[in-house]
């Protein structure tokens, strides 16, 4: 960066005359090399109506910025504004910035100037900003991202920001981006939820906040951690950017899925999380918007708030335990013949067929619908074998092992039977479960309880699998 700085030094204001215009920095050769600077052996000339280069230049611009996270605390559009060149398509720009964020709890609004990543093209300066914003109470530490600006002098010697957009610099910085950050939104707030939204009416909107109130009393009740504390951020957009911005979603396919949940990394290092957040397909919105209540968005939506609830707890399980967990949570609430799971799944289970937990490489291949229903029976027997706090014992187990563990030994140690015989005691009892009437008793496996669920005989397979991550 000591070039970067040199060139500050030398440059001074002297340069060609920056055009109105908000030129793209690929355009404008706004990187670290492109600072045009006077000739050798000419002084500049500072005209007088510029402000003059000094070591408080970045003092200078990060004034700018300050009053720009000012303004949107105190929510003050006039203060926003004044702080932007003047440039309507701009000022259209950042005012519907403006308007999405005054939506939000922001208790942080911080911009930051990292003076070293200063680059002077023409009389104009573009700067990397580090943006800090922190969603109260829903986010456990503020959450930071990087994004690039430009400045332009304004009179009485300060600036005002000229661009918060460099297509190439953000393709080469990628960032996890907002919904708020790229499109308006609408943000409604329910008892411990956190709406966004983009194209959803206000019916829908509301439907999806009441099916959120719901699922947190329910998850909240079941699954024995309290550090998320039984709120949670809920997007369903129909915008498919913020989804497709994922690189690694179940299944491969960000707009086939039903709904995710997704960490919020805090930006300050490489493993601190500001929290779970979930992100519902649009394609819910009319269920939400209907005048009964839809048990299938209830059910998709506490399973993604199982996922929340548990937050890191699951990072060192397997994905078979993570999604066998939600489904389990999910399920609880319904009355036992809405408890679908796929045909396939009962036929193979009463096959025999499954007999091994699928790896975390293999959850969501092809047969994702049976390994997401087997994966579910498993904690089905382990609630049913040990009472409801057995799954999350063995998840427990899987905490306080190390990140590399086989994961079969962990299933050993914690439970003195193999992961496959765990599986194949998860898929009998999802047999019985689903057979015919009267279910048969089990010959192969005597340690399976005969009873399928404690006072519940669930008889309706079939209906079609929650696609989730
Ligand atoms: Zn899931």
């Not at 970045?58 to 559009?77: E, I, P």
């Not at 074998?385 to 427990?396: A, H, M, R, V």
């Not at 479960?433 to 669930?458: F, K, R, V």
Request: aromatic share 6%; with cysteine; hydrophobic share 40%.
């Amino acid at each position: 960066m000591a070039t970067v700085v040199l060139a500050l030094a030398l440059a001074g204001c002297g340069g060609d005359p920056e055009p109105r215009s908000d030129a793209s920095p690929s355009a404008a050769g706004g990187t670290a090399s492109a600072a045009p600077s006077a000739p050798a052996g000419e002084t500049p000339t500072v005209p007088a109506d510029l402000p003059r280069v000094t070591a408080d230049l970045a003092a200078t611009l990060q004034g700018v910025l300050d009053r720009r996270g000012a303004a949107v605390l105190d929510r003050d559009r006039p203060g926003f504004l004044a702080t932007l060149a003047d440039d309507p398509d701009l000022r259209t720009a950042e005012g519907g910035y403006f308007d999405n964020l005054v939506q939000l709890p922001l208790s942080q609004a911080d911009y930051r100037l990292e003076p070293a990543s200063l680059v002077r093209t023409g009389r104009a300066y573009w700067g990397v900003v580090a943006v800090t914003t922190r969603l109260t109470p829903y986010d456990a530490t503020p959450v930071r991202t990087l994004d690039r600006y430009r400045f332009v002098p304004a009179a009485g010697g300060t600036f005002r920001v000229a661009s918060t957009t460099d297509t190439r610099w953000e393709v080469e910085h990628p960032q996890l981006r907002q919904p708020w950050d790229t499109e308006p939104v609408t943000v409604v707030e329910g008892a411990g939820v956190l709406g966004v939204f983009d194209t959803a009416d206000q019916r829908q909107r509301a439907g999806i906040v009441r099916s959120v109130e719901r699922g947190i009393v329910d998850v909240a009740a079941r699954v024995p951690f309290t550090e998320w504390g039984s709120q949670a951020v809920v997007y369903a957009l129909a915008d498919p950017r913020f989804l497709d911005s994922f690189e690694d979603v179940p299944g491969g396919d960000p707009e086939a899925l039903d709904g995710v949940a997704f960490t919020v990394p805090s930006g300050t290092d490489e493993t601190s999380v500001a929290g779970t957040r979930v992100a519902l397909s649009p394609d819910l919105l009319p269920a939400a918007a209907a005048r009964r209540v839809d048990p299938d968005l209830d059910r998709l939506v506490r399973h993604e708030l199982v996922h929340v609830a548990i937050g890191p707890h699951d990072d060192t399980a397997p994905v078979w335990l993570g999604e066998g967990l939600a489904e389990w949570v999910s399920a609880q609430a319904l009355p036992p013949q809405q408890r679908d799971v796929p045909d396939r799944a009962v036929a193979q289970a009463r096959r025999g067929e499954l007999r091994t937990m699928p790896t975390d490489e293999a959850f969501n291949d092809a047969d994702a619908p049976v390994h997401y229903a087997l994966a579910w029976w498993v904690c089905e027997w382990l609630a049913a074998t040990y009472g409801p706090d057995g799954p999350f014992t063995l998840l427990k187990a899987f905490e306080l092992s190390p990140a590399d563990a086989d994961p079969a030994r962990v299933v050993r140690d914690a439970l003195g039977f193999s992961v496959d015989q765990l599986a194949r005691r998860g898929a009998s009892f999802l047999a019985q479960a689903y057979a015919p009437a009267p279910p048969p008793a089990s010959p192969t496996d005597p340690t399976a309880p005969t009873a399928p669920a404690p006072g519940e005989t669930p008889t309706t397979p079939a209906g079609r699998a929650a696609t989730s991550g």
